[in-house]
């Protein structure tokens, strides 16, 4: 084995263990913060019994979901009902596996034994191990920070995250519970028709930074705008649809809780249950972690190019803007799950097929013709000047689609819609108060 | 149409939900910020603290209590009006008689298990001797320990439920 490629598969299996733990341990973090803002947002404290201010609440939680009893149904099908919880929380987590987390961090020896042993006073002991075990390890150039850096990153994501419908769809069907068979149905309907709005809603990004690689697509913001600019109507389109993949609310209606007692997830218990639970988490992660890369610029800090050159401490100061524009979107989607209500079924499918897929079919047509005619018509070809222009082109779009989208006409009443559609000639009177007593029919 | 359901037409601030979304927004981050309402129950009890918020109304119905006279004799004559009215069937009560014909209890016990505190049998004893108390915690380590006797019920020392006065619906 060569020096470069131990250097290599060494760092690899370093960033993979970082990344999976701070995702586990993160993710177990998020139910005591989604516990938290949700107490705080209805005036209460939260958990705050179990170590300071609660923070030792999820190892407690975890430890309680480790020690119960784990429940089979009779009837369920125990492969199926075993292999859900997995399925589910595997694919959640490999997603965490290609986002780029920090910039790329520059190396450059032959030798990690012998930088090691430049370390005082334990550096020679150190180094001596180290070279005992790997031998020659080397590594020249920039390190990026992501665990596979992927040149198909972004169909990566696409690809596996839809394969969590599955652990979701199973569970509610090897459960043989009708609740959870309803919610697994929901599931799957709801995760398949919006993850069509979701691939649509991102063509525009592929088409502004000509490159499916996760990092290309955040040197391109780095290098124009930010595509939250330029490209708000998919950042929008994504956003509402990263909630419906998600299930969370207000697109929670396969665990809709006032319907399906907990819906796919109803004769779970301990950690199976926890399983869903921690994938549900991982994928908010996921989808907050793609928001900020795809649309806010990842890691890449605003106003300066010096975040690229590798040098340490720029790194760690890029990883920092990268942890806040997640942690910001993770908050946003615990906001947004204590404000607004749930939809109807009927709602959300008319919103998925009927507003962001042509939507976002139409984006892609204006954003492709916009560059065209930007780059062959025009002849421009500062990428930043074509962000300006694009980004004053999303915005009149924007403007008119929530003037459009606020006239009340996809998710109001059905009854009212159909009335919009063919108005009724004999309007319903009330005669009384309480008496919806129709005068003529 | 099947039924006679009358669609309002309402003017489009009412309606529009993109301008609701954000004013709900707005409504639970300011919340996050406001004073919380929890009371943090084991340290902070029901009782006068500073902002007066928690203090327990003073027709509780808690833990029953037997008052006693000077001598520490309780003040119970037996007449048996709380068995007798007790809805709950949770009072037990053996008469004895002394030799100056005094009556007094030679059993008297309450099952707090099977209280349901209405308060009766305070408002019926004519000696004002059996009291409901603002008193709420009476957790055991067994079930036995919830029968009260005489002697435990005497011994409480918390406050006397004021019970509801028809007279004086307010508490004034």
């Excluded at chain 1, 859900?84 to 959640?92: E, K, M, Q, V, Y």
């Excluded at chain 2, 309402?10 to 954000?22: D, K």
């Excluded at chain 2, 019926?124 to 001797?129: K, M, N, S, T």
Aim: glycine fraction near 8%; hydrophobic fraction near 45%; include cysteine.
């Amino acid at each position: 084995m060569s020096p470069e490629l131990k250097g290599f598969i060494l760092f690899s299996v370093i960033k993979m263990l970082i990344v999976f733990t701070v995702m586990l341990v993160g993710v177990a973090l998020l139910t005591l913060m989604e516990r938290k803002v949700s107490a705080w947002m209805q005036n209460r404290r939260g958990p705050n019994r179990v170590g300071w201010a609660g923070l030792l609440q999820p190892a407690a939680d975890g430890l309680k979901n480790i020690l119960k009893e784990e429940t089979f149904p009779k009837e369920s099908n125990r492969g199926l009902f075993l292999l859900a919880p997995a399925l589910s929380f595997i694919p959640a987590l490999m997603l965490s596996a290609v986002i780029p987390f920090a910039a790329p961090l520059r190396l450059n020896f032959d030798d990690l034994g012998q930088e090691i042993a430049r370390i005082p006073l334990v550096g020679h002991v150190l180094g001596a191990v180290f070279h005992a075990i790997f031998g020659r390890v080397a590594y020249h150039g920039m390190l990026p920070m992501v665990v596979a850096d992927l040149p198909v990153g972004f169909l990566f994501v696409l690809a596996i995250s839809s394969m969590g419908v599955y652990g979701i769809a199973l569970a509610g069907w090897a459960s043989n519970s009708k609740y959870s068979l309803l919610g697994g149905l929901r599931a799957s309907a709801q995760m398949i028709s919006y993850e069509v709005a979701m691939g649509m809603s991102l063509i525009p990004v592929l088409l502004l930074s000509g490159n499916v690689s996760f990092s290309a697509i955040i040197a391109e913001q780095a290098h124009s705008l930010w595509f939250v600019g330029p490209l708000f109507i998919s950042f929008f389109i994504f956003l509402i649809s990263g909630f419906a993949e998600t299930n969370r609310l207000p697109f929670d209606l396969p665990e809709a809780e006032s319907e399906l007692i907990a819906g796919y997830h109803t004769e779970y218990s301990a950690m199976k249950f926890s399983m869903f639970f921690i994938a549900e988490y991982a994928n908010v992660v996921t989808v907050s972690a793609m928001v900020a890369t795809l649309f806010f610029g990842g890691w890449d800090i605003p106003f300066t190019r010096a975040d690229e050159s590798g040098t340490w401490y720029w790194v760690v100061l890029s990883h920092l803007v990268f942890f806040i524009k997640t942690f910001f979107w993770i908050f946003f989607v615990m906001w947004i799950r204590w404000t607004l209500p749930r939809f109807r079924y009927d709602q959300l499918m008319a919103l998925g097929w009927k507003v962001l897929m042509p939507l976002a079919l139409a984006y892609i047509m204006v954003i492709a013709g916009a560059i065209y005619a930007l780059q062959h018509l025009m002849g421009i070809t500062s990428v930043t000047t074509r962000a300006f222009a694009l980004t004053v082109i999303s915005l009149i779009i924007g403007v008119i689609m929530f003037w459009l989208l606020d006239r009340g006409a996809i998710v109001s009443g059905s009854e009212s819609r159909r009335q919009r559609l063919e108005p009724d000639p004999v309007r319903p009177t009330f005669v009384g108060r309480d008496r919806g007593v129709r005068a003529a029919s | 149409m099947a039924i006679g359901v009358k669609v309002m037409t309402r003017p489009e601030r009412e309606v529009s939900y993109v301008r609701a979304t954000f004013k709900g927004l707005a409504l639970t981050f300011k919340h996050m910020f406001q004073t919380k309402v929890t009371m943090q129950y084991p340290e902070e009890r029901s009782t006068r603290d500073d902002r007066g918020t928690w203090t327990l109304s003073p027709r509780w119905r808690g833990t029953h209590r037997m008052l006693t006279d000077e001598q520490g004799r309780s003040k119970c004559v037996a007449c048996g009006l709380c068995p007798q009215v007790c809805p709950a069937n949770c009072i037990k009560l053996v008469p004895g008689e002394d030799e100056q014909g005094n009556r007094y209890p030679l059993i008297y016990e309450i099952d707090e298990f099977r209280c349901v505190f209405c308060g009766y049998c305070q408002e019926v004893c004519p000696e004002e001797a059996i009291h409901v108390g603002q008193h709420y915690e009476n957790s055991e380590y067994s079930r036995g320990r919830f029968v009260y006797d005489l002697e435990r019920l005497s011994s409480q020392t918390h406050a006397v439920s004021t019970l509801w006065d028809p007279t004086d619906p307010r508490g004034e």
